[in-house]
T-cell receptor, first 113, second 112 residues
């Protein structure tokens, strides 16, 4: 089962910041939070990941709360091409000693003109 | 750029057929993964491989097997396709266990 919960959908106006929330209240101390997105009919695309500190790259910013129980992905200036399903994922250990990403159902972001 | 390719975008097979889905990555990645994606269920991990000839079951391995004879190629095999295996199949690779996964475009399989 996914260790994260996200709202099923969100709307955002073009040009505004999109703040995508994620809860991961059972996250362990060494588990990273990843964000991917999937545009219709394409494979998922990596956005950003983090452990404790806030992270920023050319696509987005990731804000992780101090207790690590939740995080927010920020798209600073949403465009129509950012319309996609966004997945907040926690990497978990496997029985074989490696790790895997557990995808939940994600959140559909619709950017409106 | 990392490139992960899948042999077909669309595939139609009949119940009972043996089906091979091929995935190739060109970045010398250690790890490769097979997922299936169904409406309302998100992505679910079928199998993954962390080295040549090494594999580990994911969350839904039943009805599937895999083969990794070469580092760049990871095959998903449906020994006897069934209608409930109609789905979108996604392959991914990553440089190491703790690294970002890069996905292919997906294969949409229809089993009649």
């Amino acid at each position: 089962d996914a260790k994260t919960t996200q709202p099923p959908s969100m709307d955002c106006a073009e040009g505004r910041a999109a703040n995508l929330p994620c809860n991961h209240s059972t996250i362990s101390g060494n588990e990273y939070v990843y964000w991917y997105r999937q545009i219709h009919s394409q494979g998922p695309q990596y956005i950003i990941h983090g452990l404790k500190n806030n992270e920023t790259n050319e696509m987005a910013s990731l804000i992780i709360t101090e207790d690590r129980k939740s995080s927010t992905l920020i798209l600073p200036h949403a465009t129509l091409r950012d319309t996609a399903v966004y997945y907040c994922i926690v990497r978990v250990s496997t029985q074989g000693g490696s790790e895997k990403l557990v995808f939940g159902k994600g959140m559909k972001l619709t950017v409106n003109p | 750029d990392v490139k992960v390719t899948q042999s077909s975008r669309y595939l139609v097979k009949r119940t009972g057929e043996k089906v091979f889905l091929e995935c190739v990555q060109d970045m010398d990645h250690e790890n490769m993964f097979w997922y299936r994606q169904d409406p309302g269920l998100g992505l679910r991990l079928i199998y993954f491989s962390y080295d040549v000839k090494m594999k580990e079951k994911g969350d839904i391995p039943e009805g599937y097997s895999v083969s990794r004879e070469k580092k760049e190629r990871f095959s998903l095999i449906l020994e006897s396709a069934s209608t409930n295996q109609t789905s979108m199949y996604l392959c991914a690779s990553s440089p190491g266990i703790y690294e970002t996964q890069y996905f292919g475009p997906g294969t949409r399989l229809l089993v009649l």
